[in-house]
């Protein structure tokens, strides 16, 4: 089994805090775009032979795009990739994109699961970090991808605002529990180098909330969405049974995924590269008949150590067997030494020949993955 993401990076205007590749170039870009995608998949069909299981067009906004540039791009995948008939298709979508004509089409095309960026609830909050939706859109934009049957909705949310307190976060996890969609994403706001949200941080103009705040907003958003019936299958995703992203559970389970559009990441075990992130030389080598990326070839201490980052984010952990067949007695050892400082206080266990991350585990996953790798 195997994965497409398909990079979509137009935006109306950049959110303040976003540190992914994305371009405000008019609409005179998208159909070169759109074709240069098409060319990129025809050239990378020898990339991964697996069947594909999951399509995901990430952004961006891939919602901007016109519908008739999305279908060509869907049937290109069609006619040279071998997609399960039941394969996952994710949308990403701005909620006051969503319309009945927009969404009928999307059904028609085959997408079944939609990714709506929420962020807030607050309009003064999203106001801050320049969405360009409002509260209310969000409840519209569900309704209306219900009424068109498309019932796998998932949304993304943010915590750790400036000012934000703790009754703030509480609305905002008290909204998204009213639209009972079957998905959630929660993030702490981050203030990422080279982002307008990090300059206004440098100046002094915001503040970050206090850590203890954060972590208390974490700790209320597992307790809240548990007790209505959401699993915790990631450090920040949420979903009912059944709803898994299957999608995003690929990239924490060392599944191959091609990577198309500029700036896109792919990965087949051995290997993982990158497109170039500009739109404009994007194209320009695409119509060469060349792939204008980076490659990394990976060396074993490297699998490890992405190995690590990746599964035990999941509530699975890492396999014991898979990690003696995959990279033999020396690394399960070093792991298991690792880990045992970690078992003995609790912060990791041990179910089923699985090592995983403990509730209380999750407050310090960053450094009890860490310390797993190898470093070297």
């Given amino acids: 089994m195997a994965g497409i993401y398909i990079h979509i990076p137009f935006c109306k205007s950049r959110c303040i805090y976003c540190g992914f590749y994305s371009t405000t170039l008019g609409d005179s870009y998208k159909t070169a775009y759109a074709d240069a995608l098409c060319k990129e998949l025809q050239l990378r069909t020898d990339y991964v032979s697996e069947t594909i299981e999951t399509i995901y067009f990430g952004g961006g906004t891939p919602s901007l795009m016109p519908v008739q540039l999305l279908q060509t791009i869907l049937k290109t995948i069609f006619q040279h ?4 008939k039941n394969a996952e298709i994710t949308m990403e979508c701005n909620p006051d994109d969503i319309t009945g004509p927009f969404v009928s089409a999307l059904k028609a095309m085959g997408v079944n699961r939609v990714s709506l960026g929420v962020q807030t609830f607050s309009d003064e909050r999203l106001a801050l970090i320049r969405r360009r939706h409002s509260a209310a859109d969000v409840k519209k934009a569900i309704q209306c991808l219900q009424r068109h049957e498309i019932y796998n909705i998932s949304i993304d949310l943010m915590f750790g605002f400036p000012n934000e307190t703790l009754n703030d976060w509480a609305f905002d996890i008290k909204r998204a529990l009213a639209l009972k969609v079957t998905h959630i994403s929660a993030y702490s706001l981050m203030f990422e180098e080279s982002t307008p949200l ?39 995703n949420f979903a009912l049974p059944g709803f898994r992203s299957r999608h995003n559970s690929s990239y924490w389970k060392r599944i191959p995924y091609i990577g198309i559009g500029a700036a896109a990441h792919s990965y087949n075990i051995t290997s993982r590269q990158w497109n170039i992130s500009n739109v404009q030389q994007y194209i320009a080598t695409i119509g060469k008949n060349s792939i204008p990326m980076e490659i990394e070839h990976l060396d074993k201490p490297t699998m490890y150590d992405d190995w690590i980052t990746t599964a035990m984010r999941t509530c699975e952990g890492i396999d014991l067997r898979e990690l003696h067949q995959e990279f033999g007695e020396k690394y399960e050892k070093y792991f298991m030494d690792q880990a045992q400082q970690y078992l003995n206080r609790g912060w990791l266990e041990q179910v089923n020949n699985h090592i995983r991350l403990t509730q209380q585990g999750l407050f310090v996953s960053d450094m009890v993955m860490s310390d797993l790798m190898i470093a070297e």
Avoid: C, F, R, T
Avoid at 81 to 84: A, D, L
Avoid at 201 to 218: A, F, Q, R, W
């Fill in 81 to 84: 990739y071998h997609v399960n």
């Fill in 198 to 236: 990090y300059d206004m941080l440098e100046k002094g103009e915001i503040k970050e909330v206090p850590e203890d705040v954060s972590l208390n907003m974490y700790k209320m958003l597992i307790a809240q969405l548990k007790e209505n019936g959401y699993e915790q299958y990631e450090i920040s």
